[in-house]
């Protein structure tokens, strides 16, 4: 290609001009340009498509999607936790905020032992489905601390692929370190990561959790209720916190929800149990 004479330092001027305008960068790749309004069903468009020709180039076949507080630690960080606590209230004995502490403090020294029993869950799963080159039963999370990160952990114990969905939010969320890093995703829309905690899934797994959790766990028993999701295991891990938190007779006393739609989850206080149910239920699928 010829070079083109610039002629006098104007013209030259001009070029420049031209070829530094925002006009001149091909549109898909100027990032100020897509961050438009009238470009939003391009993004969604966009992000969802990137995750799905991901998982697909990585064979994942079927996910279980995990999801429980964010705020959960791992027992030792809980214990310590609880220490430093209940030190802090022996400087302050008269002050009541310090003694809340101590009182919050021991719940969740006590919701600890989910952060174990979500570990295992994924060691288990991942240990029995992610053989022979097989992606089935791919751990999912929401990417982020607590519940989340010891799914992820569980699956990396084994050497297994496990998927974190994180979400940008006005305070950074930082991936947990145990996801497979090709399987990291960060979604701008809520939408769309909805969207993806179930196209593969074959179940869910809901730990205690706040309203995240809630949000999840109840636009997923939606879906199956309606029939726009169909073959998706709901277990709920720890029986006395979801009856203590959701009376469910109190919703088929009122005429709210039928007394069939308490078939639509199942309770399990262990791994090996909320493993066995999704296995029972997907018996088919696991013999092949």
Same mark, same amino acid.
């Given at each position: 290609?010829?070079?083109?004479?610039? #002629?006098?330092?104007?013209?030259?001027?001009?070029?420049?001009?031209?070829?530094?305008?925002?006009?001149?960068?091909?549109?898909?790749?100027?990032?100020?340009? *897509?961050?438009?309004?009238?470009?939003?069903?391009?993004?969604?468009?966009?992000?969802?498509?990137?995750?799905?020709?991901?998982?697909?180039?990585?064979?994942?076949?079927?996910?279980? !999607?995990?999801?429980?507080?964010?705020?959960?630690?791992?027992?030792?960080?809980?214990?310590?936790?609880?220490?430093?606590?209940?030190?802090?209230?022996?400087?302050?004995?008269?002050?009541? !905020?310090?003694?809340?502490? +101590?009182?919050?403090?021991?719940?969740?020294?006590?919701?600890?032992?989910?952060?174990?029993?979500?570990?295992?869950?994924?060691?288990?799963?991942?240990?029995?489905?992610?053989?022979?080159?097989?992606?089935?039963?791919?751990?999912?999370?929401?990417?982020?601390?607590?519940? *989340?990160?010891?799914?992820?952990?569980?699956?990396?114990?084994?050497?297994?692929?496990?998927?974190?969905?994180?979400?940008?939010?006005?305070?950074?969320?930082?991936?947990?370190?145990?996801?497979?890093?090709?399987?990291?995703?960060?979604?701008?829309?809520?939408?769309?990561?909805? *969207?993806?905690? &179930?196209?593969?899934?074959?179940?869910?797994?809901?730990?205690?959790? #706040?309203?995240?959790?809630?949000?999840? &766990?109840?636009?997923?028993?939606?879906?199956?209720?309606?029939?726009?999701?169909?073959?998706?295991?709901? +277990?709920? +891990? #720890?029986?006395?916190?979801?009856?203590?938190?959701?009376?469910?007779?109190?919703? +088929?006393?009122?005429?709210?929800?039928?007394?069939?739609?308490?078939?639509?989850?199942?309770?399990?206080?262990?791994?090996?149990?909320?493993?066995?149910?999704?296995?029972?239920?997907?018996?088919?699928?696991?013999?092949?």
């Amino acid at each position: 290609m010829p070079i083109m004479d610039m #002629g006098s330092p104007e013209d030259r001027a001009f070029f420049d001009a031209i070829v530094a305008s925002s006009s001149y960068i091909p549109a898909d790749r100027d990032t100020e340009f *897509m961050q438009r309004e009238e470009l939003r069903p391009l993004r969604l468009g966009l992000e969802l498509l990137k995750p799905e020709l991901i998982q697909k180039e990585h064979g994942i076949q079927s996910t279980i !999607v995990v999801f429980g507080s964010a705020r959960v630690q791992e027992p030792v960080a809980a214990e310590l936790a609880l220490l430093t606590a209940e030190r802090a209230a022996a400087e302050h004995p008269n002050d009541p !905020v310090f003694q809340c502490h +101590v009182a919050v403090a021991k719940r969740q020294q006590e919701l600890s032992k989910y952060y174990a029993v979500a570990r295992e869950f994924a060691r288990l799963v991942s240990s029995s489905c992610q053989i022979d080159g097989r992606c089935d039963y791919v751990i999912v999370t929401g990417g982020g601390p607590g519940i *989340m990160e010891a799914a992820n952990r569980g699956a990396a114990d084994v050497q297994a692929k496990s998927i974190g969905l994180n979400i940008t939010l006005p305070h950074e969320q930082h991936p947990n370190p145990y996801i497979t890093p090709e399987l990291c995703f960060q979604f701008r829309y809520f939408a769309l990561r909805k *969207m993806h905690f &179930l196209i593969r899934a074959k179940a869910l797994v809901a730990f205690p959790g #706040g309203f995240g959790t809630l949000d999840e &766990l109840f636009e997923t028993l939606t879906l199956i209720q309606t029939g726009k999701v169909t073959e998706v295991s709901v +277990v709920l +891990v #720890g029986r006395a916190f979801w009856e203590r938190l959701i009376n469910w007779e109190f919703l +088929v006393e009122q005429g709210l929800i039928g007394p069939q739609d308490l078939g639509l989850f199942h309770y399990a206080e262990t791994a090996q149990e909320a493993w066995d149910l999704i296995a029972r239920n997907h018996a088919v699928r696991l013999k092949q």
